[in-house]
């Protein structure tokens, strides 16, 4: 008789969006969907871990037919369907069918420290808040109705610097004095909490860990600087070529996979040879 052999660790695959499962230029998802497919046949989630907002990724999460957790603006809160677990995790709470955990900080409180920061040295960059639609299409690429989902934020503001590295410089160490943090994205400077995707996914693995009888393992995949502090935390980091960057460079991590291809289709190849290809097929 033929059995299917149960892996020994649970794997969980994080992963990021803009360039890693979705194309840089198109925002297509189409060359992984069929991994996809495939790893949720093997019950290993895939948790999205992006800078973008709870309203965008719930609009993905559809179209990748996807139902696990997800982490929104760089770790700034976990979502968690309710009932994914079999109790709520500690300090969450609810809504709207989530639990949420919150390591991130609201935005009106990073807004305010924009505001006084500007009126004493400027504002050498454009931020969603003070976008419209139109600007936020030009500087994205995204549809309007994206654009407007996008610049819908709770938890952080990004940055299209227009100034220069300088002034960069000085920005960053204002805000740090301040509390809050910064990342730099493939296109934006994240001001946000004292929070990063490496923190989130720490968390979330613990929970994941907490109603598994396996070891956890993480698999994390991204493609932007904004990304290293999930890719340092996890079990394998996949660095996901960019067509318009280089890839960030990740020192000393002891399973760095660098794809070939860019963008879905190297995400894919990568979790392919990574995982899928090392699943153990049949015990006779």
């Not at 409180?109 to 419209?132: K, M, Q, R, V, W």
Request: proline residues 7%.
């Amino acid at each position: 008789m033929t059995q299917i052999t149960r892996p020994e660790q649970q794997w969980l695959i994080i992963s990021d969006l803009d360039g890693t499962l979705l194309d840089h230029y198109t925002y297509s998802h189409q060359p992984a969907d069929a991994t996809l497919v495939l790893l949720e046949s093997l019950d290993i989630p895939v948790i999205l871990n992006s800078s973008k907002t709870r309203e965008e990724i719930l609009e993905l999460r559809q179209s990748l037919h996807n139902h696990h957790p997800f982490i929104v603006e760089n770790g700034s809160a976990i979502f968690i369907p309710q009932g994914y677990f079999p109790h709520k995790p500690h300090r969450a709470r609810d809504q709207a069918g989530y639990w949420i955990l919150e390591p991130g900080v609201p935005r009106h409180c990073i807004l305010e420290f924009l505001h006084h920061d500007a009126d004493t040295h400027g504002a050498p960059y454009l931020n969603f808040a003070a976008a419209s639609t139109r600007e936020i299409v030009t500087a994205t690429g995204l549809t309007s109705a994206e654009a407007e989902k996008a610049g819908r934020r709770d938890y952080s503001e990004p940055l299209l610097w227009q100034g220069d590295e300088q002034e960069k410089a000085a920005f960053i160490a204002r805000a740090n004095a301040a509390g809050f943090a910064t990342l730099q994205g493939g296109r934006f400077l994240h001001l946000l909490g004292q929070t990063d995707k490496g923190i989130a996914t720490r968390l979330l693995k613990k929970i994941y860990q907490q109603y598994s009888d396996r070891d956890c393992k993480l698999i994390a995949s991204g493609d932007g600087p904004n990304d290293l502090d999930m890719l340092k935390v996890s079990d394998v980091a996949i660095i996901v070529r960019s067509p318009a960057h280089p890839p960030p460079t990740l020192r000393s991590h002891p399973n760095l996979v660098v794809t070939r291809e860019t963008g879905p289709q190297g995400w894919s190849q990568a979790i392919h040879e990574q995982l899928l290809e090392a699943q153990p097929n049949t015990n006779s």
